[in-house]
């Protein structure tokens, strides 16, 4: 099952301008991760926030995590026809009795920057 | 240093047949993890390895098992496959159990 849900499902915006991008999530987190995919290949790892930070910055993306509300965005300042990708959110938490960690994934948000 | 190498790249089976994916892990990487990820959704978790144990399982049939290796590579069995198994199945690895994964670029399989 998916527990995190990207909002918007879709997001088209010209070059040079901001794109923010939503996840809500459902249960009880160690971090939350954003991934990027380009053309269906394999995931790249983008930023880690861990359940007590709020905020967390690489480069020009910008990350928030509210844990009260389950909610977290991602913004990438700036854009570039390069960030044309879907950006994924992934909550990873404990799986119990295991000893383990698995990561969840929400459908995704696709990002499309027109040069 | 190597990424995470998946093979092969892409797959066609046919239904019923069998299928075993092969995944090596970054170097000192001791977990690696099995995702499907069907044409529009997110990946979704099939199965955890770290030290060569099983750490976790997705919701996925008995057809699909793994295991890992002493030089922590691992393989993914897909049994008497179906044409939903159809999808882009992704490895990923990590030092620790949990934290930032690096995924492979992934096998697509196409069932017919």
């Known amino acids: 099952s998916q527990q995190g849900e990207e909002d918007p499902q879709a997001l088209s915006i010209q070059e040079g301008e901001n794109a923010t991008m939503n996840c809500s999530y459902k249960t009880s987190i160690n971090n939350l991760q954003w991934y990027r995919q380009n053309s269906g290949r394999g995931l790249v790892h983008l930023i880690l926030i861990r359940s007590n930070e709020r905020e967390k910055h690489s480069g020009r993306l910008r990350v928030t995590l509210d844990t009260s509300k389950k909610s977290s965005s991602l913004l990438i300042t700036a854009s570039r026809a390069a960030d044309t990708a879907s950006y994924f959110c992934?909550?990873?938490?404990?799986?119990?009795?295991?000893?383990?960690?698995?990561?969840?994934f929400g459908k995704g948000t696709k990002l499309s920057v027109i040069p | 240093d190597a990424g995470v190498t998946q093979s092969p790249t892409h797959l066609i089976k046919t239904r019923g047949q069998h299928v075993t994916l092969r995944c090596s892990p970054i170097s000192g990487h001791k977990s690696v993890s099995w995702y499907q990820q069907v044409l529009g959704q997110g990946p979704q978790f099939i199965f955890q390895y770290y030290e060569k144990e099983e750490r976790g399982r997705g919701n996925f049939p008995d057809r699909f098992s793994a295991r890992q290796f002493p030089n922590y590579s691992s393989e993914l069995n897909v049994n008497a496959l179906l044409l939903g198994d159809s999808a882009l199945y992704l490895c990923?690895?990590?030092?620790?159990?949990?934290?930032?994964?690096?995924f492979g670029s992934g096998t697509r399989l196409t069932v017919v």
């Open positions: 990923a690895s990590s030092s620790l159990g949990s934290g930032g994964y690096t």
């Open positions: 992934a909550t990873d938490a404990p799986v119990s009795g295991a000893g383990s960690y698995q990561l969840t």
